[in-house]
């Protein structure tokens, strides 16, 4: 079974504060990575994507892969209230007999407080 | 910005009855997908869908589950006879390509199962 497992949560950061938040992928021929915002009673919103281990940075984004170590991270500089969500990680191994399936850890909710 | 949109928000019905759901992919994309994600639960695939065949599907996605591009916008899931537990946000999603498969997500609707 290919199981994506994030930190429980829920994580609480004063309003300015960095984020962080965890992933990690049981499937090591995983390729594709990706980090979705879910507001309550919303639909999953792409905010990042990587590919490479190593870092990859959008905005106060900073996305973390290490294939070794079969792990994701997303940090989120300067947080603000209004990045108080549900954080999705996803993962797609394109390989094999895969055409596009994502699976999708069970999130972690994310508040910051002002 | 193009987006997924997706008809109805908001989906009654009693159990057995047939329900159609109905998305309008982003327009240059060429993959599409449902997902459902039950009350406080994990975000699941149900189907991938490529040149008017299905490419990929869940165990969830049993004889009960269709999904049709009836024309060259429209995309389509039926669940034939509803169950209790098919009550849930039903997601569609698209993407340009299979490889890095950046998916898109729609608002998604909401189907309760009486």
């Known amino acids: 079974q290919k199981e994506v497992e994030q930190n429980s949560g829920p994580l609480s950061v004063p309003e300015g504060a960095i984020a962080s938040l965890n992933c990690t992928y049981s499937?090591?021929?995983?390729?594709?990575f990706f980090w979705y915002r879910q507001y309550s009673g919303k639909s999953p919103e792409l905010i990042m994507s990587?590919?490479?281990?190593g870092d990859k940075e959008d905005g106060r984004f900073t996305a973390q892969l290490n294939k070794a170590s079969q792990y994701v991270s997303l940090l989120i500089r300067d947080s603000q209230p209004s990045d108080s969500a549900t954080y999705l990680c996803?993962?797609?191994?394109?390989?094999?007999?895969?055409?596009?399936?994502?699976?999708f850890g069970q999130g972690t909710i994310l508040t910051v407080h002002p | 910005e193009p987006e997924v949109t997706q008809t109805p928000s908001h989906q009654v019905t009693q159990m057995g009855q047939e329900v159609i759901l109905r998305c309008v992919p982003i327009?240059?994309?060429?993959?599409f997908y449902w997902y459902r994600q039950i009350l406080g639960q994990k975000v699941e695939f149900l189907v991938s869908?490529?040149?008017?065949?299905?490419?990929?599907k869940s165990e969830i996605f049993d004889d009960q589950f269709s999904v049709e591009r009836p024309d060259g916008s429209n995309f389509t899931l039926k669940i034939r006879s509803t169950k209790l537990e098919d009550s849930a946000m039903y997601f569609c999603?698209?993407?340009?390509?299979?490889?890095?498969?950046?998916?898109?997500f729609g608002p998604g609707t909401r189907l309760t199962v009486l």
């Open positions: 999603a698209s993407s340009i390509t299979s490889g890095y498969n950046e998916q898109f």
């Open positions: 499937d090591r021929g995983s390729q594709s």
């Open positions: 990587i590919y490479s281990n």
């Open positions: 996803a993962v797609y191994n394109a390989g094999g007999t895969s055409y596009g399936k994502l699976t």
């Open positions: 327009s240059n994309h060429l993959y």
């Open positions: 869908f490529y040149n008017n065949e299905i490419s990929e």
